[in-house]
């Protein structure tokens, strides 16, 4: 088996101080310790697990061999620190070399290439240190935010993200504006809040996935496949008898305005803070891609997420949250109030038979395989 050298691509691009800081905010926690992404990522591995035989059934299906080139490039869009995005990897070379042994091509087997791609102050070294040491793919990562371009035109064949794209680019601007009506007083999330924060949310997701979608169009080729998993919640569900994400939001966002009640950071700084993720629901996600005339849609379809039956108690729960949002958090409000913030938040969901059931959690995740239209069928389209 050949061995890979991974590498660190770096894309040169201008922006301001202020940008690069905002992009910085939302990279997960490193390393492998008791609150990296690594330890606390059993809930995200759940969408792997669920739709690795649908992967594998599309590349069946879809993928067109016989006009491929000699290198094979596949591309993962938000894979932090590696630990499912690496077990992604696996899953769609394997299925692609399946499919040439298959079809009796064995000598044409491509060359296979991941390009491993998270916000500029992701933990690249713990990704690399992660790679499976027999893999078909060499790899390199590339820093940057994945609503812009990152990637050369016409460079990918297969373009995947799992788990990433709930997360915006930015927080909605109005809901931090004292003088807007969207301004979203004492709460951290638009759970909860008043139509007006919702609907720029909702606005800010769409500018968000229009943006992915044109990028992932330059770079993939005419016919290239695009995987997308992304977490949803239902249009509606009982909240005497089941939660989603948008709900844990909520009740984490208690917690803010309890310590702010106690004089821990004033008020004023919960209300110039919201966590910048949204949740859509099918009807929306749908929408959005049907708007963007550079795909066909091949498959879409609502899965379970198995990952929150790895989520066994309060202190689990309260573990994947702190590992995903904990920088952004000491970005905002320091780092000496985290110890206490995540004990009240475990306190609050120990003390709900709600929260401490994952059989309650109704969110659900998207799945959807585009297919790159040719260049010519766009704009007719």
């Not at 373009?159 to 794209?165: D, I």
Request: aromatic share 12%.
């Amino acid at each position: 088996m050949k061995m890979f050298q991974p590498y660190l691509w770096r894309r040169c691009s201008i922006r301001s101080p202020a940008l690069g800081r905002m992009l910085s905010r939302y990279a997960m926690n490193g390393g492998d310790g008791p609150h990296s992404y690594a330890q606390n990522s059993s809930y995200q591995k759940g969408f792997v697990d669920v739709a690795k035989p649908i992967i594998e059934e599309e590349i069946s299906r879809k993928l067109d061999i016989k006009h491929l080139s000699s290198t094979f490039r596949i591309a993962d869009f938000g894979c932090s620190t590696g630990h499912n995005s690496c077990a992604a990897m696996q899953i769609i070379t394997e299925a692609i070399r399946r499919r040439f042994e298959i079809e009796g091509l064995i000598s044409q087997i491509p060359n296979f290439y991941v390009f491993f791609n998270d916000k500029v102050t992701n933990d690249f070294n713990t990704l690399f240190n992660s790679l499976p040491r027999e893999r078909l793919y060499g790899a390199a990562g590339v820093p940057g935010s994945f609503h812009g371009r990152r990637l050369p035109k016409a460079i990918l064949d297969f373009a995947y993200s799992s788990c990433s794209l709930h997360w915006l680019s930015e927080v909605p601007k109005a809901v931090l504006d004292n003088t807007s009506p969207a301004w979203n007083q004492g709460k951290i999330h638009y759970a909860g809040a008043r139509r007006e924060v919702c609907e720029e949310y909702v606005n800010q997701f769409a500018k968000d996935m229009e943006s992915f979608l044109d990028s992932r169009a330059e770079e993939l080729v005419p016919g290239g496949l695009m995987a997308l998993l992304v977490p949803a919640v239902p249009a509606t569900w009982d909240p005497n008898s089941a939660y989603t994400m948008t709900t844990e939001n909520y009740l984490f966002g208690t917690c803010f305005m309890d310590m702010a009640k106690t004089g821990r950071f004033s008020k004023a700084k919960v209300d110039s803070f919201n966590i910048p993720v949204y949740f859509p629901i099918p009807q929306q996600f749908k929408a959005i891609i049907e708007r963007n005339d550079k795909y066909t849609i091949e498959r879409m379809e609502v899965l379970d997420n198995p990952g929150k039956r790895n989520l066994i108690g309060p202190k689990d729960r309260a573990a994947y949250l702190r590992a995903v949002s904990e920088e952004m958090l000491i970005d905002h409000f320091g780092s000496e109030i985290i110890e206490e913030l995540f004990d009240r938040y475990t306190k609050k969901l120990e003390a709900s038979p709600l929260f401490s059931d994952p059989d309650c959690d109704k969110s659900i995740i998207m799945f959807v395989l585009l297919q790159r239209k040719p260049e010519s069928y766009c704009s007719a389209s």
